[in-house]
């Protein structure tokens, strides 16, 4: 069973920094994708950044050259550096994962983590 659990959330101000960890554990051998996604109160789950097994990386445009995804296969963790962070970012961010190609379709997504929150005061 393929279990996913999300650390690193808390409270920072405006510009500050956090970097979320992800641990995979179960079976996860091959996820060619994994993604981090956030959810803000009243809103929709919307992908942040997602990197496949070759390391393509792609962003949300509002987070392009703030945050930097990254993954360690050998060690079954994803990784979300966030700098400058703003207000805009508060959510409750989730990893998740995928056997096939990345997408921004978060309906396709299989495996979740339970989420850690962010929050950014100003």
């Known amino acids: 069973q393929v279990r996913l659990v999300e650390s690193g959330g808390g409270s920072v101000q405006v510009g500050g920094s956090l970097r979320l960890s992800c641990e995979a554990s179960?079976?996860?051998?091959?996820?060619?994708?994994m993604g981090w996604f956030r959810q803000a109160p009243g809103k929709e789950r919307e992908g942040v950044a997602l990197?496949?097994?070759?390391?393509?990386?792609s962003y949300l445009a509002s987070v392009e050259g703030r945050f930097t995804i990254s993954r360690d296969d050998a060690k079954s963790t994803l990784s979300l550096q966030m700098n400058s962070l703003q207000p805009e970012d508060t959510a409750m961010y989730y990893c998740?994962?995928?056997?096939?190609?990345?997408?921004?379709?978060?309906?396709?997504?299989?495996?979740w983590g339970q989420g850690t929150q962010v929050t950014v005061s100003s």
């Open positions: 998740a994962a995928l056997w096939g190609r990345c997408s921004w379709d978060v309906g396709g997504y299989r495996y």
């Open positions: 179960g079976y996860t051998y091959n996820f060619y994708c």
């Open positions: 990197i496949d097994r070759i390391g393509s990386t």
